[in-house]
């Protein structure tokens, strides 16, 4: 079991990983097949960490 708060900071850490992948090759997915899509993976952890802070806030 995670203790409470390390959830968004792994999240953060996967997806800038994702992003340092991103600019030095891109992914290849689909809206991410060029370096400079990097951002959106950016706003994709935004929400994503908002969403895991939100969830953890009332668990």
């Known amino acids: 079991m995670l203790v409470k ?3 968004t900071k ?3 850490l996967v997806i800038v990983g ?3 992948i991103q600019i030095i ?3 290849g997915w689909p ?3 060029r370096r400079g899509d990097f951002w959106k993976l950016a706003l994709l ?7 895991a ?3 953890g806030h009332f668990t």
């Open 10 to 12: 792994l999240l953060a």
């Open 18 to 20: 994702f992003m340092v």
């Open 25 to 27: 090759k891109p992914l």
């Open 5 to 7: 708060g390390y959830m």
């Open 31 to 33: 809206g991410l097949r």
């Open 45 to 51: 952890a935004m929400a994503a960490i908002s969403l």
């Open 53 to 55: 802070a939100v969830l």
